[in-house]
Nanobody, 123 residues
Framework: QVQLVESGGGLVQPGGSLRLSCAAS????????MGWYRQAPGKQRELVAN???????NYADSVKGRFTISRDNAKNTVYLQMNSLKPEDTAVYYC?????????????????WGQGTLVTVSL
């Protein structure tokens, strides 16, 4: 019913920058929070940053001052600008969204995940 498609991952040197994008599509009535999580090898998935429909943002301490999350509500798209990347930022980054979908029986709330995009920070 709802899909999240991520793009923008890749290989970058330490100190470099990348911009991730995530576009939501489907029977969307509205989207509440959108965010990015990441999972490094052998570690649990963790929140990187999220942004609610009103624009308030929340960041993990490890990325504050380096990453910026933003969204384009008209395009149902969330972005993550990542600057001053470090090797420890290497992970699969997953987009997440809380979505109200329109069904014949009414509105239904879904938590949706993207397929993930790999970010590798290395020389």
């Amino acid at each position: 019913q709802v899909q999240l498609v991520e793009s923008g991952g890749g290989l970058v040197q330490p100190g470099g920058s990348l911009r991730l994008s995530c576009a939501a599509s489907g029977s969307i009535f509205s989207i509440n929070a959108m965010g990015w999580y990441r999972q490094a090898p052998g570690k649990q998935r963790e929140l990187v940053a999220n942004i609610i429909s009103g624009g308030n943002t929340n960041y993990a301490d490890s990325v504050k001052g380096r990453f910026t999350i933003s969204r384009d509500n008209a395009k149902n798209t969330v972005y993550l600008q990542m600057n001053s990347l470090k090797p420890e930022d290497t992970a699969v980054y997953y987009c997440n969204a809380g979505v109200l979908v329109a069904q014949t029986s009414g509105l239904r709330y879904l938590e949706v995940w993207g397929q993930g995009t790999l970010v590798t920070v290395s020389l």
